[in-house]
């Protein structure tokens, strides 16, 4: 099992453990971060052991997951970023999730610009998107802030989703 850790500006991203699974379930239970993700999960701490779960496990079997996304400055658990393809997923996407608290930071952005480089440089990747729901405004402008276009609208988990995304060697808007 790969034990990448990536380091940027202001964030490492280390694997997803779990140890980290109180500050998980508290990220997890405001519904203000639950609502909004393309993939659905519950906001109890059941809900969040299991979604914990997931990422480790996609880890054991990818190879790579999200990792927890940590403060640098603080050594706080942010969230969680990083590469993603569980089975009936449309591509290789990368993906992101804040607890409340460090939303308004630019750490999604720092955090997925790094994953997106791995993708393309680590994994080889030709093509990385992300799956997000039509109204989830804030995701949709960190698409856009890494250089994401809109490519297509899907039917994912039994609701709309928009797919953006990027070719290798597109240059990212800003
Ligand atoms: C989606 C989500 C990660 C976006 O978080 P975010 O904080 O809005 O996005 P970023 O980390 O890129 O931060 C951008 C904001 O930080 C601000 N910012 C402050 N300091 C900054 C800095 N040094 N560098 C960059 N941006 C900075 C930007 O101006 C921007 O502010 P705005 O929201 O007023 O436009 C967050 O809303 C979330 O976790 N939602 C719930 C889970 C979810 O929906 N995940 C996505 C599923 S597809």
């Given at each position: 099992?790969?034990?990448?850790?990536?380091?940027?500006?202001?964030?490492?991203?280390?694997?997803?453990?779990?140890?980290?699974?109180?500050?998980?379930?508290?990220?997890?239970?405001?519904?203000?971060?639950?609502?909004?993700?393309?993939?659905?999960?519950?906001?109890?701490?059941?809900?969040?052991?299991?979604?914990?779960?997931?990422?480790?496990?996609?880890?054991?079997?990818?190879?790579?997951?999200?990792?927890?996304?940590?403060?640098?400055?603080?050594?706080?658990?942010?969230?969680?970023?990083?590469?993603?393809?569980?089975?009936?997923?449309?591509?290789?996407?990368?993906?992101?999730?804040?607890?409340?608290?460090?939303?308004?930071?630019?750490?999604?952005?720092?955090?997925?610009?790094?994953?997106?480089?791995?993708?393309?440089?680590?994994?080889?990747?030709?093509e990385v998107i992300s799956v997000i729901r039509p109204g989830n405004t804030r995701s949709v402008s960190v698409a856009e802030r890494i250089g994401?276009?809109?490519?297509?609208?899907?039917?994912?988990?039994?609701?709309?989703?928009?797919?953006?995304?990027?070719?290798?060697?597109?240059?990212?808007?800003?």
């Amino acid at each position: 099992m790969t034990m990448t850790v990536l380091e940027t500006e202001r964030l490492i991203l280390r694997p997803l453990t779990g140890d980290d699974f109180d500050d998980y379930a508290a990220m997890m239970a405001d519904p203000q971060v639950a609502d909004g993700l393309a993939e659905p999960v519950g906001r109890s701490a059941d809900d969040a052991w299991r979604s914990l779960a997931v990422f480790i496990g996609h880890r054991e079997i990818r190879g790579y997951s999200h990792w927890a996304v940590v403060e640098r400055a603080t050594g706080e658990f942010a969230g969680r970023a990083g590469p993603w393809r569980p089975h009936g997923f449309p591509g290789l996407g990368v993906g992101w999730c804040l607890a409340r608290a460090h939303w308004g930071k630019g750490y999604a952005t720092e955090a997925a610009r790094a994953a997106i480089a791995y993708c393309f440089a680590g994994l080889d990747a030709d093509e990385v998107i992300s799956v997000i729901r039509p109204g989830n405004t804030r995701s949709v402008s960190v698409a856009e802030r890494i250089g994401h276009r809109l490519l297509r609208e899907i039917d994912y988990k039994g609701g709309p989703a928009l797919v953006y995304g990027q070719r290798r060697g597109e240059s990212p808007h800003s």
